[in-house]
C-alpha cells in the first residue's frame, strides 16, 4: 500500500509539473488588464498629472502649514482631474465580461479607482489638518496618514501594484505628500 500511494505520488507531481509547464496553463495574472489600449493611453494621462504634480513647490518650499495646505491641495485637484478622466474612459470603452479567467476589466479598473477615491479624501484631510493645525500642535500629529484598509499593506501599495503589473508605471501613487 505504501509503494502504491508513494508511486501515485510521483506520477501526480509529474503531471502537475508538465501542466504547469505547458502552454495550457495560465501564465498571466489575472488582474492584468486585457485592454492594452487602456493601459498605454492610462499610462500616459498618468504621467501628464505627475508632471502636473511635480511642478507644485514642496513642502520645503512652503513658508507655512496654510501655504503647504493650498500645496497640498492644488496636487489634490491634479489627482482628481486624473481619477476623473481614468473612470470616464473606463466606462465608455472597458468590457464588462471577460473571456479569461479573471475579472473584467471595467471591474478591475473600478476597483483599483475606489482605491484612488480613498487616497484623494486622505489627502484632503491632510489639507485640513494643516489648515486647523496651530503652533502648539505636534509635528507627529501632522503627519500624511492614509485610512488603514487592510492588513500587512496600505491600500496605496495595491494601487502601486497594479499600476506596476499592467505597466502603468506612471500611475503609481504620487510621493508628493
Not at 509503494?3 to 510521483?10: I, K, M, Q
Not at 473571456?99 to 473600478?110: H, N
Request: proline fraction near 4%.
Amino acid at each position: 500500500m505504501g509503494r502504491w500511494l508513494g508511486g501515485l505520488f510521483v506520477v501526480g507531481s509529474f503531471v502537475f509539473w508538465a501542466w504547469a509547464f505547458s502552454p495550457w496553463a495560465r501564465t498571466e495574472n489575472p488582474a492584468r488588464l486585457d485592454d492594452r489600449e487602456f493601459a498605454q493611453w492610462a499610462d500616459q494621462r498618468c504621467a501628464e498629472a505627475q508632471a502636473a504634480i511635480a511642478a507644485v513647490p514642496t513642502a520645503r518650499q512652503a513658508t507655512s502649514r496654510a501655504e503647504r495646505a493650498d500645496q497640498v491641495d492644488r496636487a489634490t485637484d491634479e489627482v482628481e482631474a486624473l481619477v476623473d478622466d481614468l473612470r470616464m474612459r473606463a466606462e465608455a470603452s472597458l468590457a464588462t465580461s471577460t473571456e479569461g479567467d479573471g475579472p473584467p476589466d471595467a471591474d478591475l479598473v473600478r476597483d483599483w479607482l475606489a482605491d484612488w477615491d480613498v487616497y484623494i479624501t486622505d489627502r484632503r484631510s491632510h489639507s485640513a489638518k494643516l489648515r486647523t493645525a496651530d503652533d502648539d500642535t505636534p509635528d507627529r500629529e501632522l503627519r500624511f496618514l492614509l485610512v488603514d484598509m487592510t492588513e500587512g499593506s496600505t491600500y496605496t501599495e495595491r494601487m502601486d501594484g497594479f499600476s506596476r503589473l499592467n505597466n502603468m508605471d506612471n500611475c503609481q501613487v504620487p510621493g508628493d505628500v
